[in-house]
Every structure is written in structure tokens, then in C-alpha cells.
């Protein structure tokens, strides 16, 4: 028995290996609902992973220009993936759009840039999910260092983003 199990034990991690990896091919929306302050990953609309976070430290309405500590809404995608950030790790959203850019235009400002949803700053880890009784960022999406690194292996550059009021 013993010999029949430890034979088939490679198979068995191989399995759980690639069905691990089929769920993170199958993320295909990222949904962050600025109100309530979650972050939820979709597939095939339905939620598989849901996070509370920290955004802008002035919240409310659409980005409008750089500096306005605003997180954008709209539709979007991960258009980067950064594991050097400044912040335990970073996908960058792919604001600002071409509306975005003609708003800003129009107001003679310029719209920003680097939004993107990340860790906690490196060294600063330990504050955990503290880091959640106030809105902190320049407009990014935070959550725990431990959090972006599910959201790391699980969204892919190209995956939609939908951010809502």
C-alpha cells in the first residue's frame, strides 16, 4: 500500500499544481468598487477573490489631473506588472484613456498617470491590514502585502478593470 501511494503522490501535486494554475488563467475581470473599498477579482462574473482596500486620500469623483489624490473610474485593463515597485509589488492600470486625456486637454491640466493597485511601501509590511483606517495613496488601490501577492499570481497583464464610484 505504502509503494502504491508514494508512487502516485508526484501525480497527485501535479494535479493540484495544474489545476492552480488553470483557476489563474481563468481571472478575466478585476472590479473595484470605491464606496464599499473592495477590490474583487472576477471569473466568468462571478467572485473568487474579495479584498478591502485603501485608495486616494481624496476619494471622491474621477481623477480629474496629476496630484488630485483621486482614483480614476471607468474601464481600464492591467497594462503592466511591476515586481521592483516602490510598493510590495504593482500592476499598473491603464489610466489615463483617450476620454481621460481629452478632459484633461480640455482643462489645460495633465491627467496623471501610474495608477496602480499594490502593496504595502517595502519595509512598512508590518502595518498590515492597518493600513486600511484611512486613504493613503496619490490614487492607487492598496492591500496587504500578503493580498497583492494572491492578486500577483492570479491577474495577468491585459485583464480588464472596471472602477466604480
Same mark, same amino acid.
Given at each position: 500500500?505504502?509503494?502504491?501511494?508514494?508512487?502516485?503522490?508526484?501525480?497527485?501535486?501535479?494535479?493540484?499544481?495544474?489545476?492552480?494554475?488553470?483557476?489563474?488563467?481563468?481571472?478575466?475581470?478585476?472590479?473595484?468598487?470605491?464606496?464599499?473599498?473592495?477590490?474583487?477579482?472576477? $471569473?466568468?462574473?462571478?467572485?473568487?477573490?474579495?479584498?478591502? #482596500?485603501?485608495? %486616494? /486620500?481624496?476619494?471622491?469623483? @474621477?481623477?480629474? !489631473?496629476?496630484?488630485?489624490?483621486?482614483?480614476?473610474?471607468?474601464?481600464?485593463?492591467?497594462?503592466?506588472?511591476?515586481?521592483?515597485?516602490?510598493?510590495?509589488?504593482?500592476?499598473?492600470?491603464?489610466?489615463?484613456?483617450? $476620454?481621460?486625456?481629452?478632459?484633461?486637454?480640455?482643462?489645460? #491640466?495633465?491627467? %496623471? /498617470?501610474?495608477?496602480?493597485? @499594490?502593496?504595502? !511601501?517595502?519595509?512598512?509590511?508590518?502595518?498590515?491590514?492597518?493600513?486600511?483606517?484611512?486613504?493613503?495613496?496619490?490614487?492607487?488601490?492598496?492591500?496587504?502585502?500578503?493580498?497583492?501577492?494572491?492578486?500577483?499570481?492570479?491577474?495577468?497583464?491585459?485583464?480588464?478593470?472596471?472602477?466604480?464610484?
Amino acid at each position: 500500500m505504502d509503494i502504491f501511494l508514494t508512487a502516485r503522490w508526484p501525480l497527485f501535486v501535479a494535479l493540484l499544481v495544474a489545476a492552480s494554475l488553470v483557476q489563474a488563467a481563468e481571472v478575466d475581470r478585476v472590479l473595484i468598487e470605491k464606496s464599499a473599498r473592495r477590490l474583487v477579482l472576477l $471569473q466568468r462574473d462571478r467572485p473568487i477573490r474579495v479584498y478591502t #482596500v485603501a485608495l %486616494g /486620500g481624496d476619494p471622491i469623483g @474621477h481623477k480629474q !489631473r496629476e496630484g488630485d489624490e483621486r482614483t480614476p473610474e471607468g474601464l481600464y485593463e492591467i497594462d503592466a506588472r511591476n515586481p521592483d515597485s516602490a510598493y510590495h509589488l504593482a500592476l499598473r492600470i491603464s489610466y489615463p484613456n483617450a $476620454q481621460d486625456r481629452a478632459r484633461a486637454a480640455t482643462a489645460g #491640466v495633465d491627467p %496623471g /498617470g501610474m495608477t496602480m493597485i @499594490h502593496g504595502i !511601501r517595502n519595509g512598512l509590511g508590518w502595518i498590515g491590514g492597518l493600513h486600511r483606517f484611512f486613504d493613503w495613496t496619490d490614487g492607487c488601490i492598496a492591500v496587504t502585502n500578503p493580498e497583492m501577492d494572491e492578486i500577483w499570481d492570479l491577474v495577468q497583464v491585459g485583464t480588464p478593470v472596471e472602477i466604480r464610484p
